[in-house]
């Protein structure tokens, strides 16, 4: 079992940067992969970021490239995702969640655990 918890996120202006943070319970982080979702009221959670159990692997979201970095420090328990150059189509609510295995992953349904989410707001 993982229980997850996320914290950093806020209210920041479009052209802002934010770090959030998700801190993971248990002594077997680092065999777990792990993933950063995102959601909208009224639309499914959306996969953006994920990372194999050790980092040595990443996967982005189109919408994510090139300003978004996934990031985990294993001796921490601690998964990343530095958010860069945000924009207003950035508001929403996000999730970090592990997988079981130690491989990525991008469909919600392959993700065990979930954290309770928390809410970036870009004003614009």
């Known amino acids: 079992q993982v229980q997850l918890r996320e914290s950093g996120g806020g209210l920041v202006q479009a052209g802002g940067s934010l770090t959030l943070s998700c801190f993971a319970s248990g002594r077997t982080f680092s065999s777990h992969a792990m993933g950063w979702f995102r959601q909208v009221p009224g639309e499914d959670r959306k996969f953006f970021a994920t990372i194999s159990h050790i980092g040595g692997t990443t996967h982005y979201a189109e919408s994510a490239k090139g300003r978004f970095t996934i990031s985990r420090d294993n001796s921490q328990n601690i998964l990343y995702l530095q958010m860069n150059t945000l924009n207003p189509e950035d508001t929403a609510k996000y999730y970090c969640?592990?997988?079981?295995?130690?491989?990525?992953?991008?469909?919600?349904?392959?993700?065990?655990?979930w954290g309770q989410g928390i809410q970036v707001t870009v004003s614009g």
């Open positions: 969640a592990a997988r079981r295995e130690a491989t990525i992953g991008v469909r919600p349904s392959l993700f065990a655990f």
